[in-house]
């Protein structure tokens, strides 16, 4: 009996941000779940961010992250953006299924995140992975 692709390993990612506009909002915490296998004890890894804008009520009220929470608990953005492309990049090399609630979302705001603070692009980290 085959085994389909959401019984063996895979990546989960979601990110918080501070609104819906990928090209100016901003991440506020991401979080990458990892099944490295069927029945395994999943890897939670967290990122909290200050994103150096303010994060508007509104956004505070669907993820409850206010300003000062994030400005005395989240770390600069971009070692943040790096170590999130690498985290997803060592996912797609493994050859994990990523699952993003919202990927379209989601992974373009990382990419816009990682040219604005890495002068980068998501598409730089994941190059030659599968």
């Known amino acids: 009996?085959?085994?389909?692709?959401?019984?063996?390993?895979?990546?989960?990612?979601?990110?918080?941000t501070t609104g819906v506009d990928v090209e100016e909002d901003r991440i506020v915490s991401a979080a990458l779940v990892v099944q490295d296998a069927e029945g395994a004890r999943p890897r939670v890894t967290r990122w909290l961010v200050n994103p150096g804008i303010p994060v508007p009520e509104g956004a505070t009220a669907v993820h409850g992250l206010t300003d000062e929470h994030l400005q005395r608990n989240g770390r600069w953005p971009a070692p943040v953006m790096e170590?999130?492309?690498?985290?997803?990049?060592?996912?797609?090399?493994?050859?994990?299924?990523?699952?993003?609630?919202n990927a379209p979302f989601d992974l373009t705001i990382?990419?816009?995140e990682l040219r604005r603070h890495r002068a980068s692009s998501l598409g730089n980290y994941t190059a030659g992975s599968p």
């Open 110 to 112: 990382l990419d816009r």
């Open 83 to 101: 170590e999130l492309a690498r985290a997803l990049a060592e996912q797609s090399a493994a050859g994990r299924p990523l699952v993003v609630m």
């Open 1 to 16: 009996m085959s085994m389909h692709w959401y019984e063996g390993p895979l990546a989960a990612f979601d990110t918080e």
